[in-house]
């Protein structure tokens, strides 16, 4: 069965920081480039991240560039979005996705919450 999974998510104050973890399984995940999005309350989907399928191009969004962080692990099938420096604004429920390398998103996960509050 093909499944993404997302973890890590919590509530943190304002200027923490929270590590998201994707693991995927039942797929060749090497052989995809892995992205990250973001939905907050009321809002609509926002691109976050990307890094393509060797890990060595890494992408951002402005809003987060120079806080957050993408990595991946091939051999453990993971897919990782460090956070630091967060704002109210990261509140949000976020997604991992793998893409073709055509730029097409196979497969996503349900999501965990992040709410960044004091």
């Known amino acids: 069965e093909v499944q993404l999974v997302e973890s890590g998510g919590g509530l943190v104050q304002p200027g923490g920081s929270l590590r998201l973890s994707c693991a995927a399984s039942g797929f060749t995940f090497g052989t995809y480039a892995g992205t990250w999005v973001r939905q907050a309350p009321g809002k609509g989907l926002e691109w976050v991240s990307h890094i393509t399928r060797g890990g060595g191009n890494k992408y951002y969004a402005d809003s987060v560039k120079g806080r957050f962080t993408i990595s991946r692990d091939n051999a453990k099938n993971t897919l990782d979005l460090q956070m630091n420096s967060l704002k109210p604004e990261d509140t949000g429920v976020y997604y991992c996705?793998?893409?073709?390398?055509?730029?097409?998103?196979?497969?996503w996960g349900q999501g965990t919450l992040v709410t960044v509050s004091s």
């Open positions: 996705a793998v893409l073709t390398s055509w730029g097409r998103i196979e497969h």
